[in-house]
């Protein structure tokens, strides 16, 4: 029975909907990747997108692991939560003056650099604070990650890095550029990745780029794979921790590092995306027609991957023990595209009947928004409830 697993007669008197995390569950999984990257010296920076509840963010910086943030908000929050500034890599194709400032004020790890132009001004910011700012550059590696067109990155037609065929040039410009040092090459593919395959490529393109680079004389210190790593929103229960074994494996099978060569990650989803849960309240269930909808107190503003990406979320009803029945599953919000799920089995819905949404720490709480001027959901966490 699923709904073990939620402490429901504590959340009957909590305000809906709310974010609940599995805090045992994701210290096995931070235990894991720990394991399963210290077996080959890898380091790993949380990609703090995925999800910055500063209570995570600071049992995750506890586990001694880095961050990799996207903004400069982000750079902030991983900085309150305890994350040293020499495990920070900050990525992003556009980094304002102000957060390239922070980054450098900060003495961060390393800038992952997605473009000539974004050199030349970090080059320049470091200039006035006569500061050398070491950067990754962000190579776009041309690997198909075969996931969802809107999350895939590693495309010549994305925004994202830099395309190979442009690399010696912008490798050119560190000729000239004083304040700023070539210290490693970084990739993100895309997220959601299930299928090896597409890591496996990206391994041996690395290899590739450091004969390239070798060729020319450059050696870098560090490479950084980026995430991807996905996880099994239809089995959250029985895979609840990715296979974090299987994954470092296929890079160390693959890779030919040189002397002295640091490799690192920054996963988001593979880390936070099981522990979390959007549980919501069923406001109605209202007979159509052809259908029943069960109506929710959550709605897009809450969780809107579904409308965003067609994503799945496995939804239990965690207080009903009645035979299964099919549900479209809609939120509240004046908009068509407000819709969880269509023809899903949930156990009896009746009004004031729990759903719990699940899958949903990774890209859920964070991606919230006001829209209808509704309140932010608030987090609770399952060791302090
Ligand atoms: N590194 C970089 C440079 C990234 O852009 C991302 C995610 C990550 C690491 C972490 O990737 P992960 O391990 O979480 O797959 N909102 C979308 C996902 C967007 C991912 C953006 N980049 C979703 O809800 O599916």
Same mark, same amino acid.
């Given at each position: 029975m699923i709904k073990g697993i939620f402490p429901v007669d504590k959340f009957r008197n909590i305000r809906t909907p709310f974010y609940y995390y599995d805090i045992e569950l994701l210290k096995k999984t931070l235990d894991t990747v720990k394991m399963e990257s210290g077996k080959y010296g890898y380091h790993v920076h949380y990609a703090v997108k995925a999800n910055a509840n500063p209570y995570l963010l600071s049992?995750? =910086?506890?586990?001694?692991? +880095?961050?990799?943030?996207?903004?400069? @908000?982000?750079?902030?929050?991983? *900085?309150?939560a305890g994350f040293s500034a020499d495990k920070i890599v900050f990525a992003g194709v556009g980094k304002a003056d102000w957060e390239i400032d922070l980054g450098l004020d900060n003495h961060i790890f390393c800038f992952n650099v997605e473009s000539a132009v974004e050199l030349d001004v970090i080059n320049e910011l470091a200039a006035e604070k006569g500061k050398v700012a070491s950067v990754a550059l962000r190579v776009n590696p041309e690997v198909d990650a075969h996931t969802h =067109?809107?999350?895939?990155? +590693?495309?010549?037609?994305?925004?994202? @890095?830099?395309?190979?065929?442009? *690399?010696?040039?912008?490798?050119?410009?560190?000729?000239?550029?004083?304040?700023?040092?070539?210290?490693?090459?970084?990739?993100?593919i895309g997220s959601q990745i299930?299928?090896?395959?597409p890591f496996q490529d990206l391994a041996i393109r690395l290899n590739e780029i450091l004969d390239q680079l070798e060729k020319r004389g450059?050696?870098?210190?560090n490479v950084n794979f980026g995430g991807g790593l996905g996880i099994d929103y239809y089995h959250p229960n029985h895979l609840s921790i990715p296979a974090f074994d299987t994954y470092f494996a296929a890079f160390d099978r693959l890779l030919k590092l040189r002397p002295g060569q640091q490799v690192h990650f920054e996963p988001g989803r593979s880390i936070v995306g099981q522990c979390g849960s959007l549980i919501s309240k069923v406001l109605y269930v209202k007979e159509g027609e052809t259908k029943k909808f069960a109506v929710m107190d959550a709605g897009f503003t809450e969780l809107i991957r579904p409308a965003m990406y067609d994503a799945y979320?496995?939804?239990?009803?965690?207080?009903?023990?009645?035979?299964?029945?099919?549900?479209?599953?809609?939120?509240?919000i004046c908009e068509s595209s407000d819709v969880f799920g269509k023809e899903i089995e949930l156990n009896r819905a009746r009004r004031g009947d729990l759903v719990a949404f699940r899958s949903a720490g990774a890209y859920g709480e964070v991606m919230a928004s006001q829209y209808n001027c509704r309140q932010l959901p608030k987090a609770y966490f399952s060791d302090s409830l």
């Open positions: 049992l995750i =910086a506890s586990y001694g692991f +880095g961050a990799d943030c996207v903004s400069g @908000g982000e750079v902030q929050a991983a *900085l309150e =067109a809107k999350i895939t990155t +590693g495309m010549k037609e994305n925004k994202f @890095g830099i395309n190979l065929s442009l *690399l010696n040039g912008v490798l050119d410009k560190f000729e000239v550029l004083k304040n700023v040092k070539l210290i490693g090459i970084h990739f993100h299930t299928d090896m395959t450059i050696a870098v210190a979320h496995r939804m239990e009803n965690i207080t009903s023990e009645e035979e299964p029945e099919r549900y479209d599953v809609v939120g509240p």
